[in-house]
C-alpha cells in the first residue's frame, strides 16, 4: 500500500485528529483490559466506525448498484499496488458480478499532495484522475470502466525505474482504444472540469480515513455474523495483516481493508459472508 504525503494547507487539522482518534480507538480495543483495576478507572472503548461517503448514483459502479456486498476501492492509477490489485477486482467482479452479488465502486485517492519538504509521490495521479472523470462525463459509466482497465493495463506504475509513470500524451490515445469521442475527452480534461469532482472524492476518502492506495471498504447489506468476524481474525494471523489494516466495524456493516491483499483471502472473505445468507 503507497501512502499519501500530509499537506497541512490541504487536509484540515481536525481530519487528522480525528484519524488520530480512530488509530487510538482501535488500540484500545485490541488491547486486553486489567482485571485488577476498579472498573471505573479502565479505559472506556471507543467505537470502531467508519466515517465513509454513501453510495450514490453518482459513484463509478460495475455491476448490481444493490448488490448485498458493495467494494468501495479509493485508488490511484498511478500506484504500483492499484495496478496489482486491479486484476483482483476484475476477477472478483468476473465470478460474483454477473450473479449480481458484488459491485465494485471506484472512487479517485491520487497521492500528489506535496510533503513537508514539497516532494511529490505521484506528480501525475491527479491529471489521470481527471481523465477517468472525463471518460465517464464523456462516454458514460460502460466507458469508465472499460478507459480504467485499459489505463491500468497500459500504465507503468511510478517507481525508480519509471519515475514519471505513463506519458501523459497517452490518455486520449487509451480514450479512442475504448470508444470515447476524443475530441470531446480532450476538451474535458484540458479545461479542467473534473477537478473538483477528483478533489471531492480524494477528501471523502481522506475523512474515512484513507491514507494510502489502494484501500477498500466493504459494505454489506446486513450486519456480518460471527464467521466473518473469525475469518478477518484467522485471516490477520495468516497473512501476517496488522490488525489496523483490515477490520470490522462496530456495526458489522463495513469491512475496512487495505492495501492490495491476496485475492485468494478476498475470495474467501465473500464467500465467507454469502454462507451467512
Not at 470531446?184 to 492506495?213: H, I, M, P, W
Not at 481474525?233 to 489496523?244: F, G, H, L, S
Request: with cysteine; aromatic share 8%.
Amino acid at each position: 500500500m503507497e501512502t499519501k504525503q500530509t499537506n497541512v494547507l490541504t487536509i484540515p487539522a481536525a481530519i487528522v485528529i480525528a484519524a488520530a482518534i480512530v488509530a487510538i480507538a482501535i488500540i484500545y480495543v485490541k488491547s486486553p483490559v486489567s482485571t485488577v483495576a476498579p472498573v471505573a478507572e479502565q479505559p472506556a472503548a471507543q467505537a470502531i466506525t467508519v466515517n465513509l461517503s454513501p453510495i450514490i448514483a453518482t459513484d463509478h459502479i460495475l455491476g448490481n448498484p444493490n448488490a448485498p456486498i458493495r467494494v468501495v476501492e479509493y485508488s490511484d492509477p498511478s500506484c504500483p499496488y492499484c495496478k496489482t490489485f486491479n486484476p483482483t477486482m476484475e476477477d472478483v467482479i468476473a465470478k460474483y458480478g454477473p450473479t449480481g452479488d458484488v459491485a465494485w465502486v471506484y472512487r479517485n485517492f491520487p497521492l500528489d499532495k506535496p510533503d513537508a519538504n514539497g516532494n511529490i509521490l505521484h506528480k501525475n495521479a491527479n491529471h489521470e484522475s481527471q481523465a477517468l472523470e472525463c471518460a465517464a462525463s464523456v462516454g458514460g459509466n460502460e466507458k469508465f470502466w472499460a478507459f480504467e482497465k485499459k489505463l491500468y493495463e497500459t500504465t507503468p506504475s511510478v517507481t525508480g525505474a519509471t519515475p514519471n509513470g505513463l506519458d501523459q500524451t497517452q490518455l486520449p490515445i487509451i480514450a479512442k482504444a475504448v470508444g470515447i469521442d476524443e475530441k470531446k475527452f480532450n476538451e474535458c480534461l484540458s479545461s479542467g472540469q473534473s477537478r473538483d469532482a477528483v478533489e471531492k472524492q480524494y477528501l471523502g476518502g481522506v475523512n474515512a480515513g484513507v491514507s494510502g492506495t489502494p484501500a477498500s471498504f466493504f459494505v454489506l447489506s446486513k450486519p456480518a455474523g460471527k464467521a466473518v468476524t473469525d475469518y478477518i481474525d484467522n485471516a490477520i494471523v495468516t497473512y501476517r495483516i496488522p490488525a489496523q489494516l483490515f477490520f470490522i466495524t462496530d456495526d458489522k456493516k463495513t469491512i475496512s481493508m487495505n492495501g492490495a491483499m491476496p485475492k485468494e483471502m478476498i475470495l474467501g472473505l465473500i464467500a465467507t459472508i454469502q454462507g451467512e445468507k
